[in-house]
């Protein structure tokens, strides 16, 4: 029987990720270090971000003693004292996550990548809320080799990170994960409540803002493209209609 065009590429996938696997168990022979963690945000192609950043920030500030390392694609991207950027390359991937006691992400593993039994594999996940559909809940757009990616991943965690019952309801199940969560809140939103007056005076006086000025964000997602798609909010007029959007505010009693 002739094989599908996705069939065969996931065959291909399949045969590339057992021969890279081969690079994490060749690096099984050198020592897990107990003070080193790896850090990977989005498969390495974003920097010093989301929840990750925040973990490290944190452990910057408590302890002196660990190796805490940065997979990224760019780097040329900043980082802060403390941090030991590593490019991300296979080898490099490998060494790092096989020599590392815990691995924290926002994002998912690889297909070759290989967990040894006395690592810790902490998964920040990086959508706050779980508004978007993730994983299973995509549907009929949830290949089958998005789904060996998920399942490849969710084996390997040791423990999710949410934030509310919703994201344990949604999130998990559309991540094909069923194992330990720790309801302790997302570490990227910590700045929002912790230190709000504080973070609203820096942010206005680094832009030259009066004190009263009162400031949206807007935000899409994908604004880069993905999966075969171009999504661009300028370019494709999908910018929001903020005479609406004015007259909605203006409803609200703190506008």
């Avoid at 399949?14 to 994490?24: H, S, T, V």
């Avoid at 022979?29 to 990977?40: A, D, E, H, Q, S």
């Avoid at 967990?115 to 978007?132: G, N, V």
């Avoid at 949604?170 to 973070?199: F, P, W």
Wanted: hydrophobic letters at 35%; one cysteine or more; glycine letters at 4%.
């Amino acid at each position: 029987m002739k094989l599908s065009k996705e069939d065969r590429y996931i065959r291909r996938r399949l045969r590339q990720a057992r021969k890279q696997a081969r690079e994490f168990y060749y690096c099984r022979k050198y020592p897990i270090n107990p003070k080193k963690i790896v850090f990977t945000t989005i498969e390495g192609t974003t920097g010093f971000s989301c929840n990750p950043k925040y973990i490290a920030l944190e452990l910057l500030r408590r302890r002196q003693d660990l190796d805490l390392v940065w997979l990224v694609d760019d780097m040329s991207k900043s980082f802060p004292p403390g941090i030991r950027k590593v490019k991300n390359t296979l080898i490099n991937r490998a060494y790092e996550l096989s020599t590392a006691a815990v691995w924290v992400d926002n994002s998912r593993k690889q297909l070759e990548c290989r967990k040894r039994q006395e690592q810790f594999y902490l998964q920040t996940w990086h959508a706050s809320i779980a508004i978007k559909p993730i994983g299973l809940q995509r549907g009929a757009s949830f290949t089958k080799i998005a789904r060996m990616v998920t399942e490849h991943d969710s084996r390997m965690i040791d423990l999710l990170v949410t934030n509310s019952k919703w994201v344990e309801d949604h999130a998990a199940l559309g991540m094909l994960y069923s194992g330990k969560m720790l309801r302790t809140g997302s570490a990227r939103v910590d700045v929002l409540i912790n230190n709000r007056e504080e973070l609203r005076k820096n942010f206005r006086q680094k832009y030259g803002l009066a004190d009263d000025t009162r400031i949206v964000m807007y935000a899409p997602t994908f604004r880069s493209g993905s999966q075969d798609t171009n999504r661009n909010p300028e370019l494709q007029n999908k910018m929001p209609d903020f005479t609406v959007l004015i007259k909605a505010l203006k409803k609200k009693i703190w506008w």
